[in-house]
């Protein structure tokens, strides 16, 4: 399937992490309109193949001969193998389409195993969406000095989505990333500096009361 195919489809490709949730959701809704999703969450299993040999006889070069009959019958024999593969491959030529080369030189061979890897790899408790959970906690929510409150509701709303990732945070560090995305050179430079003292000698230092004194200083 091609890039202009995905695009028509509303698609997006899957570019990092941070695009997961969005590809997901449409990738999804475009396996439910093709009538493919029991091919990619595993419902539709894959039908043994049937033995050729079981249908014709060997002729002399070994190879097993059949007769018009014997072929159809075959085929007939086949078809659930046969269109079990095409959905399968149908699945797959999307999956692939809609990721970057790297990624898709890494899938499994099967619709299913393709989706599990991906929605393993970038889901809410896959690697690539921690990394973003917690770049997130760093990064993405600096005080800027002008709405106390709205900084500390974000960023312990990124806190709470690192925890439901899975990400263990001990309270010492939970404390020390709060503390990075506050400007030293602010107002509570002094609020700051108690803070990292406190670490210093070994206090017991929790989120919550930090939170608590800033909003009070």
């Known amino acids: 399937m091609a890039d202009s195919d995905l695009t028509r489809m509303r698609v997006p490709k899957?570019?990092?992490?941070?695009?997961?949730?969005?590809?997901?959701?449409?990738?999804?809704?475009?396996f439910?309109?093709?009538?493919?999703?029991?091919?990619?969450?595993?419902l539709e299993e894959e039908p043994e193949d049937v033995d050729r040999a079981d249908y014709g006889t060997p002729g002399k070069d070994g190879k097993i001969k059949l007769t018009a009959d014997q072929k159809s019958a075959y085929n007939l024999a086949r078809l659930p193998y046969t269109d079990w593969r095409v959905k399968d491959g149908k699945a797959r030529a999307i999956i692939v389409a809609s990721v970057p080369d790297y990624l898709a030189d890494q899938l499994p061979n099967?619709?299913?195993?393709?989706?599990?890897?991906i929605c393993e790899r970038y889901g809410d408790k896959g690697p690539g969406q921690k990394q973003v959970l917690l770049c997130n906690l760093l990064y993405a929510n600096p005080f800027d000095g002008k709405d106390l409150q709205e900084f500390i509701n974000k960023w312990t709303q990124s806190l709470t989505k690192c925890t439901r990732a899975g990400i263990t945070i001990s309270d010492e560090i939970k404390v020390l990333l709060f503390v990075c995305n506050i400007d030293v050179s602010s107002k509570f430079k002094r609020w700051i500096d108690n803070v990292r003292d406190k670490l210093r000698r070994n206090e017991k230092v929790v989120l919550e009361s930090i939170i608590q004194d800033l909003m009070d200083n």
């Not at 899957?14 to 475009?30: T, V």
């Not at 439910?32 to 595993?42: K, P």
């Open 32 to 42: 439910n309109s093709l009538n493919l999703t029991d091919y990619v969450t595993g």
């Open 14 to 30: 899957l570019k990092s992490a941070a695009d997961y949730r969005s590809w997901r959701r449409a990738i999804d809704g475009l």
């Open 110 to 117: 099967t619709a299913k195993a393709q989706y599990d890897f």
